[in-house]
Nanobody, 115 residues
């Protein structure tokens, strides 16, 4: 069973940067499109960015030009570089497969953007 462990979150001021990591226990990146999702308080979980097997990336409009998704197949890790962070980016961030989240959700990593 694949386990996902997200890390790298924290408290950052508006305009700051964070790099999130998602480490998987199994070889899932070679076979799956992976995505970063986020869930803000009182809101539904939403997709933020995806990366395909071949490395093609896609982003929701609200993060285009600010976030970059990447992966390291050898390390079974997906990354999310977040720049120019805004208060509305505050959420718990998760990774999972896309379009169907096949794997058990990890605990997520909290990102708080506040001055």
């Amino acid at each position: 069973q694949v386990q996902l462990v997200e890390s790298g979150g924290g408290l950052v001021q508006p305009g700051g940067s964070l790099r999130l990591s998602c480490a998987a226990s199994g070889r899932l990146f070679s076979t799956s499109t992976m995505g970063w999702y986020r869930q803000a308080p009182g809101k539904q979980r939403e997709l933020v960015a995806t990366i395909t097997r071949s490395g093609y990336t896609n982003y929701v409009d609200s993060v285009k030009g600010r976030f970059t998704i990447s992966k390291d197949n050898a390390k079974n890790t997906v990354y999310l570089q977040m720049n120019s962070l805004k208060p509305e980016d505050t959420a718990v961030y998760y990774c999972n497969s896309y379009p169907t989240p096949f794997f058990t959700w990890g605990q997520g990593t909290q990102v708080t953007v506040s001055s």
